[in-house]
């Protein structure tokens, strides 16, 4: 990959590169608000957090920036009432239960919240999301339709770390053809059932080839997160 020598830089190669349909998220975990705010003065709207508290802090010190947060990590059910009131978009929505208070903390927000199905597509144990079985059950059985705060936009996936580009295709492959299955299967009628977050600074090139609409990079335009620092 290219040397990115500064955010500006590193924002704009994305802005200028990345396909008309595809949003760049730039994910700001660990860094600190002077360099969201360089990324802003470069442009950059959409960022992505992981952390709960670290993204409520960040959005009350960016008040009036415009900025548009994205929950990318794992959302405990007792973390949503906080972000409820701002969040722009949820990416990583992985149980019912957690749609459900989703739900319940939009109604009283007033909001109606996009938000993303988390699909295990990796081989590693750890990463969280529905395996494609549980969604379509979930799915199937559930009453999801009655949540009408929350607005089911896509799907969500993180590939195998240090995978190779066959099998990154692979994965991000299968995540598309589960998003066209469920959209003829369940969301027919529904023009923004259309997103697929997928790709990271390592393999977003391979993401956007299989139909990326929403790429999250950290590293390639933050460099290196210090998490002895920040943790
Ligand atoms: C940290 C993180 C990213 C960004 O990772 P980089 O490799 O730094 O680009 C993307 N998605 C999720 C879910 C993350 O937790």
């Known amino acids: 990959m290219y040397a990115m020598t500064s955010i500006k830089e590193s924002i704009q190669f994305?802005?200028?590169?990345?396909?008309?349909?595809?949003?760049?998220?730039?994910?700001?975990?660990?860094?600190?608000?002077?360099?969201i705010r360089e990324a802003i003065a470069a442009g950059q709207t959409d960022f992505g957090e992981n952390k709960m508290?670290?993204?409520?802090?960040?959005?009350?010190a960016?008040?009036?920036?415009?900025?548009?947060?994205?929950?990318?990590?794992?959302?405990?059910?007792?973390?949503?009432?906080?972000?409820?009131?701002?969040?722009?978009?949820?990416?990583?929505?992985?149980?019912?239960?957690?749609?459900?208070?989703?739900?319940?903390?939009?109604?009283?927000?007033?909001r109606i919240i996009p938000c993303?199905?988390?699909?295990?597509?990796?081989?590693?144990?750890?990463?969280?999301?529905?395996?494609?079985?549980?969604?379509?059950?979930?799915?199937e059985r559930e009453d999801w339709a009655g949540l009408q705060h929350l607005r089911i936009c896509g799907l969500m996936g993180i590939a195998t770390?240090?995978?190779?580009?066959?099998?990154?295709?692979?994965?991000f492959g299968r995540l598309r053809q589960m998003q066209q299955f469920l959209k003829t299967?369940?969301?027919?009628?529904?023009?923004?059932f259309k997103e697929l977050s997928m790709g990271m600074s390592e393999d977003w090139e391979t993401a956007v080839e299989e139909g990326s609409t929403m790429v999250r990079i950290g590293s390639l335009i933050f460099g290196r997160r210090n998490y002895a620092v920040n943790a």
């Open 53 to 60: 508290q670290e993204m409520t802090a960040k959005n009350r």
């Open 185 to 192: 299967r369940w969301f027919t009628d529904r023009e923004d």
């Open 62 to 110: 960016l008040t009036g920036s415009g900025v548009r947060w994205h929950c990318i990590g794992h959302l405990q059910t007792n973390k949503v009432k906080d972000i409820a009131p701002f969040v722009h978009m949820i990416h990583s929505v992985d149980s019912f239960r957690l749609m459900q208070e989703i739900e319940r903390q939009a109604v009283r927000c007033g």
């Open 161 to 171: 770390t240090g995978a190779s580009v066959p099998q990154l295709r692979d994965e």
């Open 116 to 139: 993303l199905l988390q699909v295990h597509i990796a081989m590693e144990e750890t990463k969280f999301g529905f395996s494609e079985e549980e969604l379509t059950a979930m799915l």
């Open 14 to 35: 994305f802005h200028n590169t990345l396909p008309e349909n595809v949003r760049l998220i730039a994910v700001s975990k660990t860094h600190p608000e002077d360099l």
